[in-house]
């Protein structure tokens, strides 16, 4: 996180984009990117998240395409901020959908087979991959990692995994319910990337 105690935001902020010059290529994240331009604050937020409005576009602008700095904002929820403000901020906006059937089996696959697991008879892939109906790669990734811990991992060999292991981590989660994936949908087309999308949409329909 920024901190503007430290000789200044905006000594700040340069100081973050002479360090990624040198460092070139460079990746530098934003979480929670709606605060930069969120719409109304909450009283009880003193942090004052609005710090970086004026500052980031700017500094943005004066990159030249020579200057290999990626600046990435991630969200879970955008439409708390002005649209204008983050397409200005931006170049795109990439709205990631929740991952179908044929994805949650893969990821479930890869990530039990990446941190330890073992594929056995037990461990039913396809009834693991419909119950998860709803939940993100990132809820997928929590939940295996919450069962294969390096004691579950050496008790594979005499107790093979089972589905039923990572339904109790995925019920701890609150999945992505339809009102809220409408939500990021009605965001996106409201943003300059959605609104060519709806123009080509349209265009293959005439």
């Not at 893969?106 to 396809?126: N, Q």
């Not at 709803?134 to 991992?153: C, D, M, Q």
């Not at 319910?177 to 300059?192: G, L, R, V």
Request: glycine share 6%.
């Amino acid at each position: 996180g920024i901190n503007a105690e430290y000789g200044g935001l905006t000594m700040l902020l340069h100081l973050v984009m002479k360090v990624g010059k040198l460092l070139q290529p460079t990746v530098v994240y934003i979480g929670n990117a709606e605060k930069t331009f969120i719409k109304k604050v909450p009283k009880n937020d003193m942090s004052d998240p609005k710090r970086l409005k004026k500052e980031l576009p700017k500094i943005i602008k004066k990159m030249s395409p020579e200057d290999r700095i990626l600046f990435v904002g991630t969200s879970l929820t955008p439409w708390d901020a002005d649209v204008k403000g983050l397409c200005s901020c931006y170049q795109k906006i990439v709205l990631i959908p929740r991952p179908d059937y044929a994805s949650r089996f893969l990821l479930f696959k890869e990530l039990i087979l990446r941190h330890g697991g073992r594929l056995a008879p037990t461990l039913d892939l396809s009834s693991l991959a419909k119950i998860s109906d709803g939940y993100t790669p990132g809820h997928i990734i929590t939940a295996v990692k919450h069962v294969l811990t390096e004691r579950r991992v050496q008790q594979l060999h005499r107790k093979p995994l089972t589905a039923l292991e990572f339904v109790t981590p995925l019920a701890r989660i609150d999945p992505i319910y339809k009102e809220e994936e409408e939500q990021f949908k009605a965001f996106y087309d409201k943003t300059t990337m959605g609104k060519k999308r709806q123009m080509l949409l349209k265009g293959d329909e005439e």
